[in-house]
């Protein structure tokens, strides 16, 4: 704090001391978390986007199409309701609900929270819907092995150009709502090439959960991790 008049100039580097401490101990915890997935042989996949993107409606058609061949688990996180978790658990596999109150991502700290809630042993796949936010859940890193962002196309082309923090980490993009496509100016090779720039590996899905297109590639990256994960 200021000697002269009091006021909060000089504070920023304590702010900044104690973000970096919060993310080291958020970063420590993804590390644990890792480690239990790693001990029970499951794949665990965080999806991150917008609110609405269609995070939820991608899961509960995933689960359709996977569920006679791999166990799947959910974790829900919203800032309130268990409604996102109701959704899932109508499709038959377990599911957690993390409600954040007035926290805009999930962290590391209530991920393990919520694997002690999960009957582990039998899982092998474990999605994490983060909370409906473009910003904040990418900076908090979770232990999971794959980050999976969706970009819809109602949302407009510019968000990874404009929103970097959510595509920097992630491993896939997933364009979603594609059967809305037409009805927009959406422009899906602007959207990819800016979303490179900040991720230059990063893998693109172009999907709808409403008519299916490109859903069986999806499911084929999956599988595709999975099976990695096994060695
Ligand atoms: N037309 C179309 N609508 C979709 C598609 N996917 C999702 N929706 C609709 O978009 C709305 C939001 O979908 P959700 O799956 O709830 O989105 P979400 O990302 O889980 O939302 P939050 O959890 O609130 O962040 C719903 O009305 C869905 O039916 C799609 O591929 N095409
Ligand atoms: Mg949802």
Partial sequence: MCQDCGCSAGSG??????????????????????????????????????????KT???????ARLRDRLSVGVIEGD??????????????VPVYQIVTGQTCHLDAFMLHDALHRF??????????????????????????HLNVVL???????????????????ADLMILSKMDLLPQTDFDAARAIRDARIIRPSLEVIR?????????????????????????
Avoid at 129 to 137: D, I
Avoid at 214 to 219: N, R, V
């Fill in 13 to 54: 580097r304590k702010i900044v001391e104690v973000q970096e401490s919060v993310l080291a101990s958020n970063t420590s915890k993804a590390r644990a978390n890792r480690e239990i997935l790693k001990q029970h042989g499951i794949l665990g996949m965080n999806l991150m986007s917008s609110p609405g993107s269609g």
């Fill in 79 to 92: 800032l309130e309701t268990e409604r996102d978790a109701e959704r899932i658990r109508s499709t038959g």
């Fill in 57 to 63: 409606l991608l899961l509960e058609k995933t689960i």
């Fill in 119 to 144: 009957p582990l042993d039998t899982l092998d796949l474990l999605f994490v819907e983060n909370v409906g936010n473009l910003v904040c859940p990418a900076t908090y890193e979770l232990g999971t």
């Fill in 151 to 169: 970009l819809s196309t109602t949302e407009g082309d510019d968000k990874p150009a404009k929103y970097p923090v959510a595509f920097k980490n």
């Fill in 207 to 231: 999907l709808s959960a409403r008519s299916d297109e490109g859903l069986s590639e999806w499911l084929d990256y999956i599988d595709g991790a999975v099976q990695r994960l096994r060695g």
